[in-house]
Every structure is written in C-alpha cells, then in structure tokens.
C-alpha cells in the first residue's frame, strides 16, 4: 500500500461508515460479493487521480445498471456515508478522491454503447465507456465526437461530462456540454431522473442537464448518457511555424478569423516549453525561438487544402518562420509530436508540477504568460506555458522538487499568484480541469460571494445530507 495514502477520519460528520458489517451486508445484496472490494491492495487504485495524494475509501462498489446505483446511493443517504462517483480515475483537482473517505461507486462494469443513430446522429452510452471507444465506434459509420480531452483514451464519458472536459479542438467545436442532448442520473437521495432527451431543441423545464455538466459528481451520479454526433471530416491539414515572440505567435489568431477560417486546433509552447523538448527529443527548433505555432484545419479535402494554405499564408506574413504544412497522416501525426513529447520532456524540471489551467480571452494570452514569467522568476520557480490558443486556455506549469519544502511554499505562492493574474485579465482559474478538493480555498476568486451561496443552496436542495462528492468545491 502507498505510504502516502490517507484515511478518512470515521468521526467526519458523525456519519455511520461503511465499514459496518451490517452496511456492508446491504451493499453486497445490491452488487454481489465479488463487485464489492474491500481489500487495500484492491481499493487503492480508486483512492486517487492524476494527483499523486490518495484517500482511501471503506470499499469501492462496482454497479452494473441504474437501479443498483439508486440502491447505493439510498443506502448512503438513509446510513449518512459519504459516496464518490469515479471514470477513469484521470482528473487533475481530486474530484473523483474520496476525501472524507466512505464509498467510490466505480463505473468500470457500466460500459456499453447502447445505440449509434446515423439517421438522428446522436449516440447512447453508459459512462464507463471511454473517449476513444465512443469516437472509433462512431467513426466506424461516418460520424464524429468532437470532444478529445489529452487523457481520451483512459478518460470516461460520465466523468467527461461531470467535469464538461475540453480539448484540443474545442477552438472549433466547443466543449463536452454541447454534445450533451441528455442523461439519466441519479440524485444524491436515490432517485432515477431523465433530463433532456434525443432531439436537439428541448426547452422543457428546467435544463437540468446543464446543471448536471461540469457539477463534478456532486449533484448526482451519470448512468446514461445521449450524445449529439456529427458528420466526420473528411480531411485534416497540420501547419507548424516558429516564431521569435509569444506575442507574434498570438497575433496570428485574430488574423484566421478575418481570413474566415476556424480552425479545429491552435496550440501555442512558449520558450521554455520548446526549451524542455529540443533538451529531450532534438526537434530541431531553433534557440532563437520565442514560441511554436500548431495549427489543424479539418473540413471536406478541397476545403482543407485552401484554408491549410491560408493558414500558413498567414503566420507566414506575420513573422512565422520554419513553416511546415502536412500533406499527409504521416506528416501530421510527427508535426503533432513536439506537443506530445511535453509532458515526459517537462519531468526532467522537477519531481513535483504544479498544472494548472488558467484561462483568458485569446487576445490576453500574451499578457498572461508574460506575467507568469515574472512570478515565476521572483518565486523561483522553474514554469513551463502551453495549451490551447485559439480559445484562451493555456496549461500553466509550475516545476520545483517534491521534498524541498520552501520550493513548494514558493510554487504554490505562483499558483496563487497565477490565479489573481487570469482574474484581473478577465479570465477564470480554470477552463477544463474543475474544481475539485485542490481549487477549492481559490474559488471565492473566481466567484462572488453571492454566486457561491447559490451554488450551495442547490447543492443543500437536492443532497440534504451531503453524502455526495463531500469535501469538495467549497471550503467548508
């Protein structure tokens, strides 16, 4: 067992735990005894995410359906134990961590594709089934799943919507929320609810179903899923350009629209990011380069074909140099490289990285990065800037050693620091990674105080007893 996982204190709220044999019994009856794990050496792969802390639960329940989900989550509600909802396990904000210990109701087992309407274009799930299962299932008849968050192959469709992950290409296509036609949910007192529907317009009542997108698994537990589809692109086109400022490099932005042309990614590295890779893998870059450009058109092939040359008309015109355009996969595939190769490239920084993911209107990117630079330098803090240009988002990234306490204390005034910067810009602490336990003493600076208690008062409506997800979002 790691030595750094923790344990719920029993005594939280005075809640019953899940650890009496008598709950224990029920829970067994709803799921039977082999989706019932108890053991330590089985539990702890859900006591954390892609944060190294871990919380281990009592016991990790795996359900099948809907009704053994309900009964789950009644059996929390009337005993008073905490309930955590876990994907994929690969969030950044401990959202899926049982911090106040009790059960993780795993969606491994609800995995299933129920239906792929061609004809209506919209997709049925369960939501256990990963990113990349939906997208090669739909792919397979013609259509498209725009949303692409960077863990698509391990992350899950219930926890894609609980956090409204984003993406590479929401620059064109949006995020999670605006393929989300419906769900099927269960609310934190048990009960089994439908929201939205199969159709594209439904404003019937409230819309339950945004409430529920990016509600972080605290307002109810995913078990169904509709999905708008749409018709798959029949080509894609890669420009890479080097430029000497970050400034210049953004610049290009405004540029593409004026051109009329969306294109489905721009993803920006500053200095040191380039610096990290050329140190590892040897792109080729040059050590003059103050950013690198990527840019993705994806259409009909005609079309791609004139908006590729647009594109590096474009960055050609506004100071790009070592441009490169793809004609083919193979081409596009190693032009993406360089953006693959970060995170392995960035660990030689440090053993601890602080990744956050700030975001600004597009045309403040300059200005926040060059601030972040300068917290970075007056913290000592070694930051490394990427992420997704064309709308804001930019994956900030503070490196120190994970056992010198003071680089840390210092790492964490730059987070602070950070978070002020993309607020007074305009922006927000965090535009794909939510909340969690880890942003929460951050939220009331992106929030009014007002906002939040409206936050808590539907969180109070609908989980009276605050078994689900508790310990996370607000501080207290």
Known sequence: MSRTIHFADKGVRARTSASDEDVRARLREIVGEENVLVDEEKIEPYAGDALKEKFAPEAVMLPRTASEVSAIVRLANERRFPVTARGGGVGYTGGAVPVEGGIVVGTDRMNRIKEVSVENVYAVTEPGVTTYALQQAVEAVGLFYPPDPASYKNSFIGGNIAENAGGIRSAKYGVTKHYVLGLEVVLPTGEIIQTGGKT???????????????????????????LRLLPLPEATRTVRATFKTMTAACACV????????????????????????????????????????????DGEREEVERTSRVVEEVVKELGGYDVLRSETREDEDKLWDVR?????????????????????????????????????RRQGTFVVNFGHLGDGNIHVNFMCERTDAEAVARAREAVRETFAVSVELGGTISGEHGIGYVKAPYLSMALGVETIEAMRRIKRALDPNGILNPGKMFTQ
Request: glycine residues 10%.
């Open 200 to 226: 594209s317009k439904n404003v019937v009542g409230f819309d339950l179903t945004g409430l529920v997108c990016g509600s972080e698994g605290m307002l109810g537990i995913i078990t169904e899923a509709t």
């Open 254 to 297: 405004p540029h593409f629209t004026r051109a009329r042309v969306v294109p489905v990614a721009i993803e920006v590295l500053d200095r040191n990011a380039i610096r990290a890779v050329e140190t590892e893998f040897a792109f080729g870059i040059g050590a003059d380069a103050g950013a690198l450009l990527l840019v993705s058109v």
């Open 340 to 376: 693959r190769a970060l995170s392995p490239a960035i660990k030689k920084f440090g053993t601890l990285k602080f990744n956050e993911d700030v975001v600004v209107p597009r045309s403040r990117v300059p200005e926040l990065i060059e601030r972040v630079e300068e917290i970075g």
